[in-house]
């Protein structure tokens, strides 16, 4: 049985994509945020998530996932606020920065499993303006995604380019992940 430790409707959607049946638990823990090795973060995240799922679920194979962004040096989560939003995408107006999603995936019991890693792409802006900004924030609720935009709505507004599994950047990288799976269940 795989079980999915976390209640994102997009990385349960891309998670069927690779493997159809399977099972979500929440997992209650506290993130962290910053780091020595800011790609260590979301690793971190990941495994304490899927850790906690699999203590209750020890037969399970279970999958945690944690995305960041990593910019200028930090981490920017999720905005509090639309006007903290604004503020994100518009320090994005015309730079790069890295999405990073860690992965985990434990089994606690019979047949343990420990494995966990990260997947780094990179999204380039456009210069864009306020008004973009706006017409932006009207069309896409971003207050529960990091660095306040989701690439799959309305990306075309604000993103010249991105690099990498386009799956990462949404929340759950499936190429290396599929291989896992089929390995370990």
Do not use: C, W
Request: charged residues 25%; aromatic residues 6%.
């Amino acid at each position: 049985m795989l079980i999915l430790a976390s209640e994102s409707p997009r990385r349960r959607e891309l998670l069927k994509r690779v493997y159809p049946e399977f099972e979500i638990r929440s997992a209650d823990v506290t993130e962290i945020s910053a780091g020595a090795d800011l790609f260590s973060v979301p690793v971190q995240n990941a495994a304490a998530k899927a850790m906690k799922v699999a203590q209750a679920h020890p037969d399970a194979l279970v999958l945690g996932a944690d995305t960041v962004i990593i910019f200028d040096g930090k981490i920017i989560g999720k905005p509090r606020d639309i006007e903290d939003a604004k503020r994100i995408l518009l320090g994005f107006s015309g730079r790069e920065h890295s999405v990073v999603t860690g992965v985990a995936l434990v089994r606690m019991g019979k047949n343990p499993v420990r494995v966990s890693y990260f997947e780094e792409s990179k999204v380039k802006f456009k210069a864009i303006g306020e008004s973009v900004v706006t017409g932006y924030l009207e069309r896409v609720q971003v207050l529960d995604k990091a660095g306040a935009y989701a690439i799959q709505e309305h990306g075309n507004m604000i993103i010249e380019y991105s690099t990498g599994e386009l799956e990462n950047i949404i929340g759950l990288p499936l190429e290396k992940l599929a291989t896992l799976i089929n390995k370990y269940l």
